[in-house]
Every structure is written in C-alpha cells, then in structure tokens.
C-alpha cells in the first residue's frame, strides 16, 4: 500500500525557516516524481514544488522561487521541502503526492496528475 506521511508543519515568524518531510513507503524509491502543494483557506490546491526520480529535476512556483529547496533522501525514503525567508502568503495546509507512472517532469504538475496523496501539514507564518 502506497503511503505518503508529511510532516513538519507548525507556526512560525515572518522570516524564518521551516522543512516539511515527506516519507513514502509502499512503493520502490527510485522511480517516482514527488510534488509539494499547498492550500490556503478558500482558495485552490497550487504546486509549489516537485522532484524527479529518473534525473534528479526540480521545478518551483515561481512565487518560492529562491526561497523554498526540495530535494530527496532515497536511502530514507524521504522527499523534503526547505522552506526559507517564510512570508505570511506562505500560510497554507501543505501536501505531498507522488505519480509512480510517469518520473520524468518537464514542469510544476497539477493535482489532478499525481496518483497518492499524503495528509496535510499546517504551516502558519505570522506576520
């Protein structure tokens, strides 16, 4: 069974820094593409992050650009989301998911293409 647990979630100031992991099992972790979303209150899921299995590549909001590092611990079964310079826009309910069918990304993915789906974590900037 595919499991994805997201944690690290919590409240934090204007301007300081978070990582939310996400730890995966069920599946073999070395072909897989890993997205980060978030929701915020009466508003859209949107892609803030994802990363490749097959090469390694990444791609970010153009809103996090800069600020946020996503990056993969294979031998931990573990995608992790570096947040940085955290701004009260930031506030949102944060998942991950993972497509198992198609590794390779071109791009940020809608929701809609990913397969499972961990729970949320809450992140919370105050401003």
């Known amino acids: 069974e595919v499991q994805l647990q997201a944690s690290g979630g919590g409240l934090v100031q204007a301007g300081g820094s978070l990582r939310l992991s996400c730890a995966a099992s069920?599946?073999?972790?070395?072909?897989?593409?890993i997205g980060w979303f978030r929701q915020a209150p009466g508003k859209e899921r949107e892609g803030v992050s994802c990363?490749?299995?097959?090469?390694?590549?990444?791609y970010y909001a153009d809103s996090v650009k800069g600020r946020f590092t996503i990056s993969s611990d294979n031998a931990k079964n573990t995608v992790y989301l570096q947040m940085n310079s955290l701004k009260a826009e930031d506030t949102a309910v944060y998942f991950c998911?993972?497509?198992?069918?198609?590794?390779?990304?071109?791009?940020?993915?809608?929701?809609?293409?990913?397969?499972?789906w961990g729970q949320g974590t809450q992140v919370t900037v105050s401003s």
């Open positions: 998911a993972v497509d198992l069918t198609r590794a390779v990304l071109t791009a940020i993915r809608r929701p809609d293409q990913y397969d499972y």
């Open positions: 069920g599946f073999t972790f070395d072909d897989y593409a």
């Open positions: 990363i490749s299995s097959s090469d390694g590549s990444t």
